[in-house]
């Protein structure tokens, strides 16, 4: 599913309207009548005391001006209100026209001031047509008092005009206040910053309006600019073992993860891996862990690494990156997994060091072994060209040298830039997980719920997508399949259970194989009639 941004939106519809020879008229009233279909989809057949439309000076205003006009049309006998935040002598061209028209209906218009604050009775439905994609500042004055009183409304419905009043449709931040939509349909094609945090959270449930421009002619000319993982596009890549394959061809991953205080990360990586589809998966782990492990996960397949001379407490040193490298080999692992549960010691960040130059295969770097790069980060610049790298945001910023609250304002951005600066592929976890190359491919995750803040969450990914991996995906395509089947996976345990631990992640993930298989999962973000 196509994204674009606010931008290149309003360059392609500047091109086509030219090209094509559509009068700008013809798209607003386009847009605000097919606004009206999907409101009457929504939310109209519940007994609202008042429309209460929300209009800015822009273009966005003037959609709304059409949507209350045409409203009023189709339920003559409700209530419909136009707040204009702006003063009418400033609308312009079309606005200006359908201010005219709303005026000569008899619609009541409400001129909003600072003296004079909104107040919504319960009851109401609210259209925000206040500001749409062109929003470059943050809101403030009167906009930003008109943006707090619609989301104080009390049992009212708020349905957003392209995009929530006050994000960034490109990025997806909030420009100081945002209003908080139950729906929000966008129009012409889906913005970007719509489905990544934190305007996700502000955008309900996102529906598309067609406003008569023929996109779908034109498609060498729409840019790609980011794409939301769908069922659609990940099933070709989902694990399917052929007649004639074996373990060896399935796939072997090698694991590298635990300690002695985290071996639950090592358990968690390997059993994900395996809940994937890899047919064997390798534990690099010491002599003491090894008997441990049979007991918990008996399918794993351990390499014994030498025993730590004159230490108390094993842990992995430097000399056994040329052990795992050997092991590679040996048991013809595809992928490697790094970094769960391996403590921030010098040695054991020297040995990751190690191992990542020396790895004869290329895999997912997490946790750990991400903090272990941040701290010689100068030295890995573009050299993780085929590697994954999957941190959250205070990883992030420790990878980037900036603040985790940073990264958070904008994740895109934080993104393309690790990408950039390692020549790795990029997953930055959390809300919409992110998913970018260093060719600048773009993909938003629209699976997952807030439940897989839990420990070991990350590990089970890791596992997933190192098994993917191994099982001859690119490391674009194993980082979405992953992160969607992951996130999918917690949205279906959580039907069954309010909880959620990271084994259960693991064990449920076949389930959501399945579903995805026999296509029996639509995005609940976004609704595609």
């Known amino acids: 599913m196509k994204l674009i941004t606010s931008e290149s939106m309003q360059k392609l519809e500047k091109r086509l309207v030219e090209s094509y020879r559509i009068p700008t008229q013809l798209l607003m009233e386009n847009a605000g009548r097919n ?16 429309v209460a439309v929300i209009c800015g000076p822009g273009n966005n205003g003037g959609d709304g001006l059409v949507i209350a006009r045409h409203l009023n049309l189709r339920y003559p006998s409700l209530p419909i209100t136009i707040f204009l935040a702006g003063n009418p002598e400033r609308l312009k061209n079309d606005s200006a026209l359908n201010y005219e028209i709303c005026q000569r209906i008899g619609i009541p218009i409400q ?9 919504f009775e319960p009851g109401t439905l609210i259209i925000d047509s206040l500001f749409g994609t062109g929003l470059s500042k943050n809101v403030e004055g009167i906009f930003q008092v008109v943006i707090d009183a619609i989301n104080e409304a009390k049992q009212s419905m708020i349905i957003a005009v392209d995009v929530p009043s006050g994000i960034d449709a490109t990025w997806g931040k909030i420009m100081g206040r945002a209003v908080k939509a139950h729906h929000t349909i966008t129009l012409g094609m889906i913005k970007r910053g719509l489905v990544v945090a934190p305007a996700r959270e502000y955008c309900g449930t996102i529906h598309l309006a067609d406003i008569g421009i023929p996109f779908d002619r034109e498609p060498g000319i729409v840019p790609q600019e980011g794409f939301l993982i769908t069922p659609d596009f990940i099933r070709p890549f989902l694990p399917e073992k052929a007649f004639l394959s074996n373990k060896i061809s399935t796939g072997v991953v090698m694991i590298v993860a635990g300690s002695p205080a985290m071996t639950g990360a090592g358990l968690l990586t390997c059993q994900a891996a395996y809940r994937s589809g890899a047919g064997m998966v390798i534990w690099a782990t010491n002599p003491q862990l090894a008997p441990l492990v049979k007991t918990s996960i008996p399918e794993v397949v351990s390499t014994i690494l030498s025993d730590n001379k004159n230490s108390f407490q094993w842990e992995y040193l430097p000399h056994h990156a040329d052990e795992i490298c050997k092991a590679i080999l040996q048991r013809k692992c595809r992928s490697i997994a790094i970094g769960p549960g391996l403590g921030s010691s010098w040695s054991s960040k020297y040995f990751i060091e190690k191992v990542i130059e020396k790895s004869p295969v290329k895999g997912v770097i997490d946790a750990d072994a991400l903090n ?22 205070g990883e992030m910023g420790r990878l980037l040298n900036r603040s985790a609250s940073s990264i958070a304002e904008n994740r895109i951005a934080a993104s393309c830039a690790l990408s950039q600066y390692f020549n790795c592929i990029t997953v930055l976890k959390g809300p919409g997980t992110i998913v970018v ?15 897989l803040a839990t420990a070991g969450s990350g590990d089970v990914l890791t596992g997933i997508i190192a098994s993917l991996l191994a099982q001859g995906r690119s490391p674009f395509i194993s980082a979405v399949t992953g992160v969607f ?20 992640l693991a064990s449920y993930l076949p ?19």
């Open 35 to 50: 606004i009206v279909e999907k409101i009457e989809g929504i939310g109209m057949e519940k007994s609202w005391k008042q």
């Open 111 to 119: 001129r909003v001031f600072p003296e004079n604050p909104l107040g």
């Open 372 to 393: 272990a790069i941040a701290v010689n980060r100068e030295f890995w610049k573009n050299r993780l060209q085929g590697w994954i790298l999957t941190p959250h945001e």
């Open 437 to 451: 190359s260093p060719q600048g491919e773009i993909a938003i995750n629209p699976t997952g719920n807030p439940n």
């Open 485 to 504: 089947l992951h996130g999918l996976t917690a949205d279906l345990y959580q039907k069954q259970s309010p909880q959620l631990l990271a084994s259960d």
């Open 511 to 529: 389930y959501a194989i399945k579903v995805v298989k026999n296509c029996e999962y639509r995005l609940p973000i976004v609704d595609r009639d």
